[in-house]
């Protein structure tokens, strides 16, 4: 083998490891939810959604939207909630990848009297996974009530 061969071979197999490297950990999907096991669902017909401040309240619509969609009587902010039987909390983190996308959403029922977290769910979806927040939150919405007893 000469000389040429082996830089040739050796510059190939250096090219490979780098792709192989550079493609590691583009594409993650996960999606959770969890609700504390003595949460009485039933006693659960209406929710209130506060904003995330400096938020322009685009995701707490969908997340308002969502809720009624599945049957709840549902207020949000800058409504005032008159005694709603949870609070919806949420966080939403943006990234740019050629455009701005939701890349987590994090949405959190909560007692209202002691803000208490009763159930919560999770969607993390990086770039080339990526979904709109709509169906982001579709899709944390539905995992959260799917944890229903």
Known sequence: MNIATLISRTTWVAALCALT???TGCAV???TASSDPTM????IKSVHVAQLPGEDGSTKKLIAE?????GFVVTADPEVAAQPD???TYVDKWMWDMTMY???LTIVVRDPKSNFPLAQGNSY???LTRKSPAKMVDEVVDNILNTRK
């Open 40 to 43: 009485n669902w039933s006693s």
């Open 86 to 88: 949870a609070l919806v």
């Open 125 to 127: 979806h990086t770039s």
């Open 102 to 104: 939701m890349i987590e």
């Open 29 to 31: 999907n996960r999606a």
């Open 66 to 70: 969502k809720f009624r969609a599945k």
């Open 21 to 23: 490297l550079l493609n």
